[in-house]
């Protein structure tokens, strides 16, 4: 939180429903993306761009608008 105050962001009912079901998955674990070397931390940026990669996305190309 910059500044200290809450950015809220409106979900949609899907996006609730699978941040419910990640929640589950992650049991008492505050994080819902843990790391993969220490639960405690956040998950890497490099290890969301592996993950991409592998489904086939290009996670090099930069769009512009």
């Known amino acids: 939180m ?3 105050e809450a950015h809220i962001v409106p979900l949609s009912r899907q996006a ?3 941040l419910d079901e990640l929640k589950q ?5 505050p994080r819902l993306f ?3 070397h220490d639960p405690k931390k ?3 940026e490099n290890m969301v761009n592996n993950a991409l990669r592998a489904m086939g996305y290009d ?6 608008n």
């Open 2 to 4: 910059k500044m200290k």
């Open 59 to 64: 996670t090099k190309t930069e769009v512009f």
């Open 34 to 36: 843990p790391g993969d």
């Open 42 to 44: 956040v998950m890497s």
């Open 16 to 18: 609730l429903i699978l």
């Open 25 to 29: 998955l992650s049991g008492d674990n």
